[in-house]
């Protein structure tokens, strides 16, 4: 069993910053890749960003390029994302998964957080 809890959402106003952070409770989570996700309301679960087991390889949305960060401290057992310079459109619910064979599909991952809100204000 892999239980996930996200952490760090909020409301923050443009081009603010927040740092959210995902624990997991797995005995091999040094094993497994990693991915943050996200929904708007009346949108599909879109991919944002990836990180590989050793934290060596990292993949992002387009969109988030430049200004998230997507790291990992497997001694904790935790993944985080750095947002910087944060826009209204970055407001969803933000989701922590892991991944089982793509890294860009929501469908391929095999255990998600709840979910910790970001609110972006213009």
């Known amino acids: 069993q892999v239980q996930l809890v996200e952490s760090g959402g909020g409301l923050i106003q443009a081009g603010g910053s927040l740092r959210l952070s995902c624990v997991a409770s797995a005995r091999t989570f040094s094993g497994y890749a990693m991915g943050w996700f996200r929904q708007a309301p009346g949108k599909e679960r879109e991919f944002v960003a990836f990180?590989?087991?050793?934290?060596?390889?990292?993949y992002y949305q387009d969109s988030v390029k430049g200004r998230f960060t997507i790291s990992r401290d497997n001694a904790k057992n935790t993944v985080y994302l750095q947002m910087n310079s944060l826009k209204p459109e970055d407001t969803a619910v933000y989701y922590c998964?892991?991944?089982?064979?793509?890294?860009?599909?929501?469908?391929?991952?095999?255990?998600w957080g709840q979910g910790t809100q970001v609110t972006v204000s213009s």
């Open positions: 998964g892991v991944a089982g064979g793509s890294y860009n599909l929501a469908r391929d991952y095999n255990y």
């Open positions: 990180i590989s087991p050793g934290g060596g390889r990292t």
